[in-house]
């Protein structure tokens, strides 16, 4: 357990409507991301950061951005949810020997 | 660019058989590789790592990896499994320089069955 909360655990929202997932670490490491897990596609990544104010995109970006204004925090914001994005969502940090910890994920339907 | 292929969707097995799952992995560059497991409606636990050293691996709950850089593999095993190994396995890579990113394989689903 590497102190990962993700909030909110389970939400349903509406096509068209913004969503932000937050994503919180309680031991400083510098490399955050964000994932989706879907059936068939295991988990790809979104967007990463490696630093405040640093981010980058991942393999699916579309339709998501982030911003990490402080070390433990790292918003993921949908900036208007599609069905497409129904998904599991989870939040992962990496310790300096590579290995990544993930939050229990966030559960989301859009409909 | 790096790529993972876990060569099973889906393996059953009975409980106390041995389990072999499949991960090959596509790279130019030197490569670390995790397992990681999800027991259903949960995150991912880490099951073990190689980084470096010794291309055999021991993890968690009796799990063992083999790197085999010549084939590009780095299969899963364990001699006896039980019920509670039911469970989504997946295989990951990343490398120096990348920022930790991990690129997953698509998971193989093992089920046990008594």
């Known amino acids: 357990d590497a102190g990962i909360t993700q909030s909110p655990r389970h939400k349903v929202t509406e096509t068209g409507t913004p969503v932000t997932l937050r994503c919180h670490q309680t031991?400083?490491?510098?490399?955050m991301y964000w994932y989706r897990q879907d059936p068939g596609h295991g988990l790809r990544l979104i967007h990463y950061s490696y630093g405040v104010k640093d981010t980058d995109k991942g393999e699916v970006s579309d339709g998501y951005s982030v911003s990490r204004s402080k070390t433990e925090d790292f918003l993921l914001t949908l900036e208007s949810a599609t069905s497409s994005q129904t998904s599991v969502y989870f939040c992962?940090?990496?310790?300096?020997?590579?290995?990544?910890?993930f939050g229990p994920g966030t559960r989301l339907t859009v409909t | 660019a790096q790529s993972v292929t876990q060569l099973d969707s889906q393996v059953p097995v009975f409980e106390e058989a041995p389990v072999e799952l499949r991960c090959n992995y596509s790279?130019?560059?030197?490569?670390?590789l995790f397992w990681y497991v999800q027991y259903p409606n949960q995150g991912l636990q880490l099951l073990l790592k190689?980084?470096?050293?010794?291309?055999l691996v021991k993890g968690i709950n009796g799990f063992e990896a083999e790197f085999n850089k010549s084939q590009t593999s780095f299969h899963l095993r364990k001699p006896s499994v039980h019920i509670s190994d039911t469970a989504e396995y997946f295989c990951?890579?990343?490398?120096?320089?990348?920022?930790?990113?991990?690129?997953f394989g698509a998971g193989t689903r093992l089920a046990v069955h008594p």
């Open positions: 990951a890579v990343t490398f120096s320089g990348g920022y930790n990113k991990l690129i």
């Open positions: 992962a940090i990496s310790t300096d020997s590579y290995e990544q910890y």
């Open positions: 031991e400083n490491h510098r490399y």
């Open positions: 190689y980084l470096s050293g010794s291309t």
């Open positions: 790279s130019s560059v030197s490569v670390y």
